[in-house]
T-cell receptor
Framework: AQTVTQSQPEMSVQEAETVTLSCTYD???????LFWYKQPPSRQMILVIR??????QNATENRFSVNFQKAAKSFSLKISDSQLGDAAMYFC??????????????FGKGTKLTVNP | DTGVSQDPRHKITKRGQNVTFRCDPI?????LYWYRQTLGQGPEFLTY????????KSRLLSDRFSAERPKGSFSTLEIQRTEQGDSAMYLC????????????FGPGTRLTVT
């Protein structure tokens, strides 16, 4: 079974600075998807960024980028120019490829990000 | 596109009572997922549907839990004989096969069992 580990329960960053959230995972599959989801307080979860395992290029979405190290099974999220609205719980999630069968997301325990003005 | 909606948003019930939650996915999304999230944890998968077919169930989904999606649109999750350990946020998500498998989440139903 796949597992996702987020080793940082809490992180803080100054507004306009850069922060990196860590995620490692364990799988025997060679093809899969990885995601970072953001869950603001009392609001619903939204997708921040997605990475397909077969792609070597790291995904980027505006101020959000990932460092995907397949061999190390590491998938970190970098937030540049942090804004107050970035404050939230961030969850790393794993999903098997379509050929893998299961469509469920396997989540880590999350990292609570605080942005200080 | 009004997003995934869930009803009710909050439910307080006494131990032993039955509860039912509803999820309305984004229209035309053929896949619907249920997750449970307890305090301080990430969501845990419960079950998912492709159209009206329930294709996967987690071991977390005990016999007291049942989910349906009778017409391939909205879904219900029923918990019978609730226990205090059932207290959690129940999240629903939906997706389209062609959308790179992104799951869109609803606001959740927070269940408190007293």
């Amino acid at each position: 079974a796949q597992t996702v580990t987020q080793s940082q329960p809490e992180m803080s960053v100054q507004e306009a600075e850069t922060v990196t959230l860590s995620c490692t995972y364990d799988t025997s599959e060679s093809d899969y998807y990885l995601f970072w989801y953001k869950q603001p307080p009392s609001r619903q979860m939204i997708l921040v960024i997605r990475q397909e395992a077969y792609k070597q290029q790291n995904a980027t979405e505006n101020r959000f980028s990932v460092n995907f190290q397949k061999a190390a099974k590491s998938f970190s999220l970098k937030i540049s120019d942090s804004q107050l609205g970035d404050a939230a719980m961030y969850f790393c999630a794993y999903r098997s490829s379509p050929q893998g069968g299961s469509e469920k997301l396997v989540f880590g325990k999350g990292t609570k990000l605080t942005v200080n003005p | 596109d009004t997003g995934v909606s869930q009803d009710p948003r909050h439910k307080i019930t006494k131990r032993g009572q039955n509860v039912t939650f509803r999820c309305d996915p984004i229209s035309e999304h053929n896949r619907l997922y249920w997750y449970r999230q307890t305090l301080g944890q990430g969501p845990e998968f419960l079950t998912y549907f492709q159209n009206e077919a329930q294709l996967e169930k987690s071991r977390l989904l005990s016999d007291r839990f049942s989910a349906e999606r009778p017409k391939g649109s909205f879904s219900t999750l029923e918990i019978q004989r609730t226990e205090q350990g059932d207290s959690a946020m129940y999240l629903c998500a939906s997706s389209l096969e062609v959308s790179h498998y992104e799951q869109y989440f609803g606001p959740g139903t927070r269940l408190t069992v007293t």
